[in-house]
C-alpha cells in the first residue's frame, strides 16, 4: 500500500492567517464606524464619545489596510491567489470606508466654519415656533451677526427668491415640498413655515423657517436654515436652501 501526501501550500498558513485577520479587523472597524451615528442618536453615547468611536474605527480601517497589504504581498509571492484576492477586497473596503470622512474633512477646510444661513443678511426671518427647541441648544436663537460676511465670500449667490406667483400659492407648495423632503412641520401661518430637518446617521437637527412677503409681481421667499450643534455645518445649510429654492421655483413653473 502506498501512502500519498498533499503538497503543503507555498508559505503555509501564512498567507490565509493575515487575509483573515485582515478581514476581521475590517469587520470591527465598520461596527465602529458605523455604530458610531446609531449610538449618538439613541443617546447611548455623548456626542464626543460618538466622534471617538469614529476616530478609532477609522484607525481600524488603516491597520486593516496595512494587514492586508502585508498578506497581498506574501500571498503573491507564494502564489496564493485566494488570499491575494482576498487581501486586495479588504483594501478596497478600507478605501470606499474612509473616503467619505476624508472628503468632510477636505470640506471643512474649504467651507466657512458657520452654521446658520439666511438668504437676507440684513434681515434674517426669526425662528418663532422653534424658539424655544433652539435657546436649549447649543447654537444661538439668533443669527449671528459675524457670519455675515463668511457667508457673503462663501456663498455669495445665496439669496431671496422672486417667483410670480401669488403668496397662497407659493406658501402651499413650499409646505408640500416641505413636506416630501421629509422635515418635520413645526409651524405653518399666511406667510411663514417652520421645519426641522433630521440626518441620518447621527440624527443632527437643523431648523429651518421660509418667509413669505407679497409682492406687486409676485411672492419674496426668504430662508434661514440653522444647526443646532457644532460650529461648521459643512455647507449643508447653504445647500439645503439652494436645492429648496431650485426646487420650489421647478414646482411652481410647472
Known amino acids: 500500500m502506498s501512502l500519498t501526501f498533499k503538497p503543503r501550500p507555498r508559505g503555509g498558513r501564512w498567507p490565509v492567517a493575515l487575509a483573515w485577520l485582515a478581514t476581521l479587523l475590517l469587520v470591527l472597524a465598520a461596527a465602529l464606524m458605523g455604530g458610531a451615528g446609531p449610538a449618538y442618536r439613541m443617546e447611548w453615547l455623548t456626542l464626543g464619545q460618538s466622534f471617538s468611536l469614529l476616530h478609532r474605527g477609522a484607525l481600524l480601517a488603516v491597520g486593516a489596510a496595512g494587514v492586508a497589504a502585508l498578506a497581498f504581498l506574501i500571498a503573491g509571492l507564494c502564489r496564493r491567489g485566494k488570499p491575494a484576492l482576498a487581501s486586495l477586497l479588504v483594501i478596497g473596503a478600507v478605501v470606499a470606508m474612509v473616503a467619505q470622512p476624508l472628503q468632510l474633512r477636505e470640506l471643512a477646510r474649504r467651507m466657512p466654519p458657520i452654521h446658520d444661513i ?56 413650499a409646505e408640500a415640498l416641505a413636506r416630501a423632503r421629509g422635515w418635520t412641520i413645526a409651524a405653518v401661518s399666511e406667510r411663514r413655515l417652520e421645519a426641522v430637518a433630521t440626518t441620518r446617521w447621527f440624527g443632527f437637527e437643523d431648523d429651518i423657517v421660509i418667509r413669505l412677503t407679497p409682492t406687486p409681481a409676485g411672492t419674496t421667499v426668504d430662508m434661514r436654515s440653522a444647526s443646532r450643534l457644532g460650529r461648521s455645518d459643512l455647507g449643508t445649510n447653504a445647500a439645503r436652501i439652494q436645492t429648496f429654492l431650485e426646487d420650489l421655483t421647478a414646482r411652481l413653473s410647472a
Open 118 to 173: 439666511t438668504t437676507d443678511l440684513a434681515d434674517p426671518p426669526a425662528f418663532e415656533a422653534l424658539a424655544e427647541a433652539r435657546r436649549e441648544a447649543p447654537n444661538a436663537l439668533d443669527y449671528p451677526r459675524a457670519f455675515a460676511e463668511a457667508q457673503r465670500s462663501g456663498y455669495p449667490a445665496l439669496g431671496p427668491l422672486e417667483i410670480a406667483r401669488p403668496l397662497p400659492e407659493v406658501r402651499d407648495a
